[in-house]
């Protein structure tokens, strides 16, 4: 099984900053790529950052960076907005064992998810 474990959120004022991690363990094979989503009240999860993609949610751009050491993600979170505040999730892509990578497939796996919360 492969396990996702993020940290780094919290309660910060409009204008701060935060940086998220999230550590990749346990039957980890092959990554294609790790990213963070997030997934505010009342609304659809959205795609923020992948490690494998220069692209970033417009709402985000230049403010979020993303970054990745081994089997690790980050993400900078600067100049934090209300509009920000949401559940982050960390997916990876990828496969636990040989078979699935011999046959060019990859699984999504996802962590339980961190709270970031911008107050005005």
């Known amino acids: 099984q492969v396990q996702l474990v993020e940290s780094g959120g919290g309660l910060v004022q409009a204008g701060g900053s935060l940086r998220l991690s999230c550590a990749a363990s346990?039957?980890?094979?092959?990554?294609?790529?790790m990213g963070w989503y997030r997934q505010a009240p009342g609304k659809q999860r959205e795609l923020v950052a992948r490690s494998d993609s220069t692209n970033y949610a417009d709402s985000v751009k230049g403010r979020f960076t993303i970054s990745k050491d081994k089997n690790t993600i980050y993400l900078q979170m600067n100049s934090l907005k209300p509009e920000d505040t949401a559940v982050y999730y960390c997916?990876?892509?990828?496969?636990?064992?040989?078979?699935?990578?011999?046959?060019?497939?990859?699984?999504?796996?996802w962590g339980q998810g961190t709270q970031v919360t911008v107050s005005s």
């Open positions: 346990g039957s980890i094979f092959s990554i294609n790529a």
């Open positions: 997916n990876l892509l990828g496969c636990s064992n040989y078979r699935c990578y011999e046959g060019g497939l990859e699984y999504s796996y």
